[in-house]
């Protein structure tokens, strides 16, 4: 019998696809007030290329429209034109600093939206990845539904909010809420992080309406603020050989 894994990155399109992709061209808008409490706000039809292998993405026109930034774990910076105009080393250490309690530069902004767009558009397929762990925990009750849901742990090899979290899923085996604590945000911030609207793009499932929570420490999450928005507009797959 498959795994509730397996079924779900079937529902999702199947490995086999997801192995043919290089990487996905992305147009998304969002915003929200985890952005605009660190100063910071929302970019609407920001159009992102995202890696299906190692993590990297690429922001078209960031933080201007004469320029890009780009995301690695290690490393982010932003160019135009080819020559590099602001880059920093260790990009998650960083965040140590008080002042990323108050405002973001725009390299805090392209390391925090970088690591969570690629977690995001790469899930559920990362869950399948190597390091990582999962495993089944009882069934959750949740808008008059029954979700299955998974704990994950993920190596310190994979940038993410936080080593664990734990993803539900419903009875059609599509993501419906992961949670986790955002690190880089806050050390005592917990998020629900729902999807909803999920529409097909080239056989790949996808959600194109996210919204994030706050969550309790029984687990529950509060209906307001709303700390994140993200509308997902458009998605390419991009094929071809590794």
């Keep these: 019998m498959a795994t509730l894994l397996e079924q779900v990155i079937d529902a999702y399109g199947g490995m086999e696809l997801w192995r043919s ?79 990323r309690q108050f405002w973001w530069d725009d390299l805090d902004l392209l390391y925090f939206a970088g690591y969570a767009s690629w977690n995001y558009f790469n899930t559920p397929f990362l869950l399948a990845a190597d390091g990582v762990e999962t495993d089944e925990l009882e069934t959750w009750q949740e808008q008059g539904e029954s979700w299955r849901r998974l704990a994950v742990y993920f190596p310190e090899t994979i940038p993410t909010h936080s080593r664990w979290q734990t993803f539900y899923f419903d009875e059609h085996f599509h993501l419906r809420r992961f949670d986790y604590e955002p690190e880089v945000y806050a050390s005592w911030a917990r998020a629900a992080h729902y999807c909803f609207d999920q529409k097909e793009f080239s056989g790949l499932l996808v959600p194109t309406k996210r919204r994030v929570f706050p969550r309790t420490p029984s687990g529950r999450s509060l209906p307001r603020p709303t700390l994140v928005w993200i509308e997902v507009h458009d998605v390419i797959l991009k094929k071809g050989s590794s």
């Design 21 to 99: 992709v290089n990487s996905l061209a992305v147009r998304v808008s969002f915003g929200g007030l985890a952005f605009a409490s660190r100063f910071k706000g929302a970019r609407h039809d920001q159009r992102l290329e995202i890696s299906t292998g190692e993590p990297q993405v690429v922001f078209e026109e960031y933080p201007r429209p004469d320029q890009r930034g780009i995301f690695t774990p290690d490393r982010v910076w932003i160019e135009t034109g080819g020559e590099i105009i602001a880059e920093r080393t260790s990009p998650r250490a960083a965040f140590r600093a008080l002042r």
